[in-house]
């Protein structure tokens, strides 16, 4: 049996997270950053994620009070090329925060949403979220993880997944960074995948303020990190490796894995990531099994678009003439 190195949970999560916020790794606190009358975006993970959105929303919307208004504030569900959650599954995630201030789905799909931003590394298009790029001050949220593509998540990630039109663009805007899955062993630097992302958000996401945690096996926290995005995300992924990873001294033949059940297992695109951490243990030509519910299918909403099956390098919807 191979797992991670079991940490109990945080005592008072909501006493940590809001220590992260008041005393961050790097820049200033939170309400620092924060004036009357400005407009604020949080962004949160989606419906396959564990992030705690119920204990962490709660408390940075806290920490805005006698600052800005609700009705200045939107939370953006950071949703890629998912589909979006339901109004139950909003309320599942928030609680009473969805009656408090504005909660949308980004979808990538929705022209209306996206704000065309050129073209970046090349061959890469820019397009965001046009309520992210149009907030005065802009926090991200999530937890951070092991990720087959990107090294970790969360960090960076949290803008990069969330807003780019991937709709008719898919293949162009990640042909360049695709190729390979991210090397073992949670590679950040020189991983072309993060570098894109990491240079993409630097260029045209900028991010204010980031609050990432740490999980343990049973979805709880177990630490808590704020701050400027790449401190920040810098010391949650030095603490997450240390929990997450164990070192194996040979291969199996078969390799039993999962995707950690609930919610992260809701299809088996997202299953794909536990495949991934087993076929770095098994033996050449061995077996892997993968249990995973999968109840909502393959899923159907990332291969919706006219590029997905255009040849690189440039599919026509992405002719330098024409960003739409």
């Given at each position: 049996m191979v797992e991670p190195t079991y940490q109990p949970p945080l005592a008072?999560?909501?006493?940590?997270?809001?220590?992260a916020l008041r005393h961050p790794v790097a820049g200033p606190p939170l309400r620092d950053l924060v004036r009357p009358g400005q407009t604020v975006a949080i962004s949160m993970c989606d419906g396959t994620r564990?992030?705690?959105?119920?204990?962490?929303?709660?408390?940075v919307l806290e920490e805005l009070e006698g600052i800005v208004r609700p009705e200045d504030v939107t939370v953006l569900v950071a949703t890629g090329t998912h589909r979006g959650n339901s109004p139950a599954e909003?309320?599942?995630m928030l609680g009473?925060?969805?009656?408090?201030?504005?909660?949308?789905?980004h979808d990538a799909r929705d022209d209306d949403q996206l704000e065309w931003?050129?073209?970046h590394d090349g061959d890469v298009p820019a397009l965001l979220n046009r309520t992210w790029l149009a907030s005065d001050v802009r926090i991200t949220t999530g937890f951070v993880e092991p990720h087959f593509f990107a090294g970790f998540s969360g960090g960076p990630k949290m803008v990069r997944r969330a807003w780019p039109a991937w709709r008719r663009c898919w293949r162009c805007t990640t042909r360049p960074a695709s190729g390979a899955i991210a090397p073992p062993g949670g590679v950040i630097e020189g991983n072309p995948v993060h570098d894109s992302i990491r240079s993409?958000?630097?260029?045209?996401?900028r991010v204010d303020f980031a609050l990432d945690v740490a999980l343990n096996r049973d979805q709880e926290i177990v630490a808590a990190f704020g701050g400027t995005l790449g401190p920040m995300h810098r010391a949650a992924t030095a603490a997450v490796r240390t929990l997450s990873m164990q070192p194996v001294g040979h291969r199996?033949?078969?390799?039993v894995t999962s995707n950690s059940g609930y919610p992260l297992d809701q299809n088996l695109y997202q299953a794909v990531k536990g495949m991934s951490a087993a076929a770095e243990v098994v033996k050449p030509g061995g077996s892997i099994i993968c249990?995973?519910?999968?109840?909502?299918?393959?899923?159907?909403?990332?291969r919706t678009g006219r590029c997905w099956r255009r040849p690189p390098p440039r599919p026509r919807c992405c002719a330098r003439s024409s960003p739409a």
């Open positions: 008072d999560p909501s006493a940590a997270l809001r220590a564990a992030q705690p959105r119920h204990l962490m929303i709660p408390v909003l309320r599942a009473d925060v969805v009656d408090d201030v504005r909660v949308v789905n931003l050129g073209w993409l958000v630097d260029a045209h996401g199996f033949d078969v390799v249990a995973a519910e999968c109840r909502d299918g393959f899923p159907t909403t990332g």
